[in-house]
């Protein structure tokens, strides 16, 4: 799963077909295909999500105490799935 956070006001959102941005407008992306996403803004900063750690994080919701943890993660600036367009 793809995300985008703006660093200027903390908002962090999933992307859509069609465009999509936080609400100060400085951080946008969408995504092109099942596969592809981009992004624009000086403060956008990609987020990644493993889907099949937070699949099993969903079977394994626990009733009570501490959540179940997942795999997340700071996408790569050069990656071929989710882009900088300039």
Do not use: H
């Amino acid at each position: 799963m793809k995300l985008l956070m703006c660093l200027e006001c903390n908002d962090i959102f999933n992307l859509d077909l069609s465009e999509k941005s936080c609400s100060c407008g400085r951080s946008k992306g969408k995504y092109i295909n099942q596969q592809l996403a981009e992004y624009t803004g000086e403060f956008a900063l990609p987020i990644g999500f493993s889907n099949p750690s937070l699949i099993n994080a969903i079977k394994d919701q626990p009733n009570e105490g501490l959540g179940k943890e997942f795999t997340a993660f700071v996408v790569p600036k050069k990656c071929e799935t989710f882009f900088k367009r300039f």
